[in-house]
């Protein structure tokens, strides 16, 4: 059986590639769940799209607040044994919009997909908190229109943010791919960029297709990462 454990006290530099099966720890719905986004009447794609909100703001606003924002939400265990490793020797690399691998003490973060919590004004870039954005998406000082700062189907990813990412997998010799199934683009095209002798390893509750010579760590995140964080 692989050590997880004995794989991260010996890399120098350790890359997290994560995804909404670490957020679901803290009670945030996944896509795919029968209570998920795709549960929806109007389909994610379109709801979350660059589109929708050029169409009609306020719909999208609605939408939005009603399904994408958790702010009870808190980091769990993951989130946690992540941050202490990163700080020490890596980079948390997610899909993830909801902000708390940074709620957690992470410091090297790179939202790949964005935070809902960034909010600004698409006509001045002033920029909003949450309880703002929640009574209206309007500046009333220039009717300028708010959006969080997430990446919109239809959008593309920030370029900081991809060669900043293509970097850190580069560098890394061991990248740790946790909480999703990696069949998202861009992002699961990172791993295209390791080095080659970098060692691969999922932690996954079910077998998910992986490159040759990955390994699988199979079980629940929480229940390895609480292992994790007693022995390192």
Known sequence: MFDLTKAIQQATQVVFLTGAGVS???GIPDYRSKDGLYANKIRPEYALSHDYLVEDHQGFHQWVLANMYHPEAKPNIVHEVMARISNHKGTIITQNVDGLDRQAGANNVLEFH??????YCQACHHQFDYAKYRQSDVHAEDGGILRPDIVLYGEQINPDTLNRSVAAVANADLIVVVGTSFQ???????????????????VNREQIPLPPKAQL???EAGEIFTQLGEQL
Do not use: D, H, K, Q
């Open 217 to 219: 760590v199979l079980g």
């Open 114 to 119: 964005g935070n809902l919590y960034r909010i």
């Open 184 to 202: 998202v683009y861009p992002f699961a095209g990172l791993i295209e960029y390791a080095n080659p002798a970098a060692t691969l390893v999922a």
């Open 24 to 26: 679901t720890l803290s």
